[in-house]
């Protein structure tokens, strides 16, 4: 049995991810500050004897005897990572310090949930991991891709200098049960709207594509990478299902599951919006010996029953 902690446990892909390791025969323990996730989403794992959650916010140190470490713990909705954009820098940033720190002492292995931002606004597509990216360094968006940035830095020279095992994932869009209803991300936004019967607010034309990935999928392809004997083998590695979308295609393709009377209205486009996203997995599939299963329709029709049952509430 290892002990594992989680950082940002009490999140969407966190608790997902703290139920796996669970399941799997683990001792995990759950950090969180609840920025923006929650106790609900953990409330089924609370009675689990081998289960701890720690109210913590991870700019500052923590310690605790664990053989791995997953670093989860930043705001991912654009909405949520602006609100303060000083403390997500310091989240990404001292919170690798400090989880990298930690790992260096107690010698666990650790993963960090970098994301397909480090690409930014990307002029090669698919992305490839060699891609350096195209970030604007002073927009809306940077605190979050720039704080990734830097955190994946440290991991590297955590490897490099300290022979600290690590393990980067770049994550790409992943949606599923335990978003929150108020998240902001677009599969929740629009499953929500068209649930309520309310306008499915596309931003900018709806041209722009992302490719998204179920979460039990994520949980596979992070689990697995976490998993690899092989510790010079540390990554990046996308993590992301290749299919692409148009924002408009999804919106068309929730209203249709939902039966919704919904319209699709069109707002302003957000600054530094990318408009182009989908990841070469061929790293994944030929390290990892992983690929995504989980198709849009199969994923959206779960993750539709989800917040049909808490709007319900
Ligand atoms: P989320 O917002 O649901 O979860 C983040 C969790 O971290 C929340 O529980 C929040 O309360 C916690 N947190 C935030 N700041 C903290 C702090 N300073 N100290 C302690 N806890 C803190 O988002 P998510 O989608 O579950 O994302 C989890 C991780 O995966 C994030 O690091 C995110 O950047 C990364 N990621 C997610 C996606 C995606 O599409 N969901 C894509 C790429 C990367
Ligand atoms: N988006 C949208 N309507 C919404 C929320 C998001 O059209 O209500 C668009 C957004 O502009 C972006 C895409 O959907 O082009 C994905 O946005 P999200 O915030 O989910 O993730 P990210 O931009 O970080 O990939």
Not at 20 to 25: F, V
Request: glycine share 6%.
């Amino acid at each position: 049995m290892k002990r594992i902690l989680v950082t940002g446990g009490a999140g969407f892909i966190g608790s997902h991810l703290c139920k796996k390791l669970l399941d799997d025969g683990n001792e995990v323990i759950a950090l969180d500050n609840f920025f923006t996730g929650s106790k609900q989403n953990i409330i089924q794992l609370m009675d689990k004897h081998f289960f701890e959650l720690v109210r913590h916010d991870v700019t500052m140190p923590y310690f605790a005897e664990v053989d791995e470490i997953y670093n989860l713990a930043c705001p991912a909705s654009p909405i949520h990572y602006q609100y303060n954009a000083i403390k997500t820098v310091k989240t990404s940033v001292l919170g690798a310090i400090n989880m990298l720190g930690l790992a260096k002492r107690v010698n666990a292995k650790i993963f960090q949930a970098s994301t397909s931002e480090v690409y930014g606004d990307p002029e090669i597509h698919p992305q490839p991991e060699s891609y350096w990216g195209n970030v604007n360094i002073l927009g809306p968006r940077s605190c979050y891709d720039e704080g990734k940035r830097v955190a994946e830095t440290l991991f590297v020279n955590y490897y490099r200098q300290n022979n600290v095992r690590v393990k980067i994932a770049r994550i790409f869009n992943t949606y599923g049960p335990n978003m929150h209803p108020n998240d902001g991300r677009v599969v929740s936004n629009f499953i929500v709207q068209a649930l309520k019967n309310q306008d499915i607010t596309v931003y900018g034309n709806g041209s722009q594509t992302r490719s998204f990935q179920y979460v039990d999928d994520l949980i596979s392809g992070i689990t697995r990478l976490m998993d690899l004997t092989d510790d010079d083998f540390i990554g990046p590695v996308n993590i992301g299902n290749p299919k692409e979308f148009t924002i408009l295609e999804l919106a068309q393709k929730i209203i249709k599951l939902t039966n919704s009377a919904s319209k699709i209205i069109y707002m302003p486009l957000p600054e530094d919006d990318p408009m182009q996203r989908k990841p070469n997995i061929n790293l994944a599939q030929e390290k990892l010996n992983w690929t995504p299963k989980t198709d849009l329709e199969q994923g959206l029709q779960k993750t539709i029953i989800y917040f049909d049952e808490i709007l319900k509430k």
